[in-house]
């Protein structure tokens, strides 16, 4: 770990957090829903949408009008397993934890549930809302749409958000399957952490107008929203490599985030409007399926754990040690953020000073001052 790193407690960094929401306006029920999803993302090793994402993406678009401190949740459109909920620019945390809830209740009911929500905002990471699903012995899919900022196959225009495609399925273990992936190759939260480290990003993440490889971090971030840079789907640029895969798994998370719910997609959510920045009105889906509605609970968690131990225990690789299976890692990297916390690099905690004096939360006297 670099010189320029500090360890601190996650529950420290939690509280701060809810209150930094709380000092914009959230109220404190939905401030700590907030704050609990995006310390959950560090905690599970996820430093790209954890408190790194807390003063860019959130304090700034409260404070720049762009976002509503004080969530609307409205459920305009329902039926015994359906929702369509209206967020109003709201936090998107708490609409997402809102509409699984409300998902979950419905499978608990009549089997399977699935609730779509517009005019949402950005809400942490997808696999947050899927966990709720799996604790409830449900299996959770979820995805959202985003920002353009990436290009189609054979395109070099950013048409499509990261895409996030989310499943969740309780298990035998001690750590539930959770798969949460972006459509891309990355995203651009991790290309935020390159940046913020003074790092060149790895060649086949990102394409210019040209066509060609880009690895100049901080000049892509710029150069996304001038249409001068674009990231890849998974699988790569064109065909070869298999990124049509990528590109069409992204293009159903946009329907079925957009379409389904009657809400904006691709460049109405660029975030400008007449040259000026603009609400970024998002559409998330969630699903459950109450496993009980198919089998036994029991035998479907054995059953999933054998699948994922056989995996793992399958022939590995000429020097490779290990096999993992989708939320293995992140449950590790939990047991160890609870016993050591969570990493925090100088830029974050710079922006942490910043947002304490401004809120004038002068109880916090942090660990490297």
Request: net charge negative.
């Amino acid at each position: 770990m670099g010189d320029d790193i500090i360890i601190v407690d996650a529950s420290y960094l939690e509280k701060f957090m809810r209150d930094v929401f709380v000092g914009v306006g959230v109220p404190p029920e939905d401030a700590s829903v907030c704050a609990e999803v995006l310390i959950t993302s560090d905690k599970r090793g996820i430093e790209s949408h954890g408190i790194n994402r807390c003063k860019p993406i959130y304090y700034d678009r409260i404070k720049a009008g762009i976002l509503n401190p004080v969530t609307k949740f409205e459920v305009v459109r329902e039926t015994m397993t359906t929702a369509v909920v209206d967020g109003h620019n709201g936090m998107g945390h708490a609409i997402a934890k809102k509409c699984m809830e409300m998902t979950i209740r419905k499978a608990k009911d009549c089997g399977m549930g699935m609730v779509v929500a517009r005019n949402s905002t950005h809400y942490g990471i997808a696999g947050y809302y899927v966990l709720m699903a799996a604790e409830a012995g449900m299996i959770g899919v979820c995805g959202t749409n985003a920002r353009p900022s990436v290009a189609p196959t054979f395109g070099v225009e950013n048409m499509l958000g990261t895409n996030p495609l989310s499943f969740g399925m309780p298990t035998d273990e001690e750590f539930p399957f959770v798969l949460d992936c972006a459509t891309s190759v990355t995203q651009r939260g991790k290309i935020e952490v390159y940046a913020r480290q003074g790092k060149d990003m790895p060649p086949g993440w990102v394409i210019g107008s040209d066509g060609q490889t880009r690895t100049d971090t901080r000049q892509v971030l710029k150069d996304f929203s001038r249409d001068l840079a674009a990231l890849v789907p998974v699988g790569g640029p064109g065909e070869d490599g298999g990124g049509y895969k990528g590109y069409g798994y992204s293009t159903v998370v946009e329907i079925l985030s957009s379409a389904l719910q009657a809400g904006n997609f691709m460049k109405a959510l660029c975030g400008m409007s007449d040259g000026k920045p603009a609400p970024i009105e998002l559409g998330h889906f969630f699903i459950a399926m109450n496993v009980e509605a198919f089998c036994e609970l029991a035998d479907f968690k054995k059953r999933t754990g054998d699948i994922l131990r056989a995996l793992r225990a399958s022939r590995r690789a000429p020097g490779c040690e290990r096999i993992y299976t989708a939320g293995e890692k992140e449950y590790e990297a939990s047991l160890k953020t609870a016993h050591e916390g969570v990493p925090l690099p100088k830029g974050v905690r710079d922006e942490m000073v910043l947002m304490r004096n401004e809120l004038g939360l002068t109880q916090y006297v942090f660990p490297w001052e």
